[in-house]
């Protein structure tokens, strides 16, 4: 399948975020593909892959076809009400142009380009998607990432994991998911007339067991590839939601 990452809402009585048998189970499975562009001769910066991977889940949950009675809303739905599951692949040449062509939403950093889709059944995938590949997805930042902007939101790696890109671009899109849902109307509104500024940083070991007892949105994942079940792998710090611990 590619990089898959699950996690889930809280409040079906068991922990959200681990591969256990939950009434999520029961719902039909869903999967939201985020295809992002390697191209040989111009790789993106790992960094900016991974907070343009967080924009696009952003961007797509708050898409006025995902919401309402947009045309994407009910798989939108039915996708949240399962699994929360994302793939990430990578494209190049006419591999991204296919994949462009394909009803979804591109969304561009400095760098990088990812186009995410609308949820498509776990078995169920489009050929021209269905046929990436999720190697060739480890990047590097050419040089370090700069300084964090204080006001805006922070998602924080664990340091003690060692991810490859595609998979911590669907760590860092959870993140983001969580704190969207945790936001008020009118937080989530201002989010995205600024353009969901944010920043993807690794933490400090003392400072990550600080950010993992904080109450702040945790993300653990179910274990299907590369870690153990159970890891935490991102904490989100948004300004909104520490000012109201």
């Known amino acids: 399948m590619g990089v898959i990452s699950d996690s889930t809402v809280s409040g079906d009585g068991a922990d959200p975020f681990l591969n256990e048998p939950t009434v999520r189970d029961e719902a039909p499975q869903f999967v939201l593909p985020l295809v992002v562009r390697i191209e040989r001769d111009a790789p993106p910066a790992r960094t900016d892959a991974l907070e343009t991977a967080?924009?696009?889940?952003?961007?797509?949950?708050?898409?006025?076809?995902?919401?309402?009675?947009?045309?994407?809303?009910?798989?939108?739905?039915?996708?949240?009400?399962?699994?929360?599951?994302?793939?990430v692949r990578r494209a190049r040449g006419a591999e991204w142009r296919r994949a462009e062509a394909l009803q979804g939403i591109t969304v561009t950093g400095k760098s990088a380009e990812v186009r995410v889709f609308p949820p498509v059944p776990l078995d169920g995938w489009p050929k021209d998607l269905a046929r990436l590949q999720v190697s060739g997805t480890d990047l590097d930042d050419p040089e370090p990432p700069a300084d964090t902007d204080p006001t805006a939101p922070v998602l924080w790696l664990n340091p003690d994991l060692d991810m490859s890109a595609g998979k911590t671009m669907a760590q860092t899109g959870h993140g983001a998911q969580l704190a969207w849902w945790e936001l008020?109307?009118?937080?989530?509104?201002?989010?995205?007339?600024?353009?969901?500024p944010l920043s993807v940083r690794t933490a400090a070991p003392a400072r990550w067991a600080e950010l993992t007892a904080s109450g702040l949105p945790l993300v653990k994942d179910a274990g299907f590839t590369e870690i153990a079940p159970g890891s935490a792998t991102v904490v989100t710090e948004h300004p909104a939601l520490r000012r109201r611990g």
């Open 184 to 196: 008020s109307d009118e937080e989530r509104t201002a989010w995205r007339e600024a353009g969901f």
């Open 54 to 87: 967080a924009r696009a889940v952003l961007t797509i949950l708050s898409d006025e076809r995902a919401v309402g009675d947009g045309e994407w809303a009910q798989v939108m739905r039915d996708w949240q009400d399962a699994r929360i599951r994302k793939v």
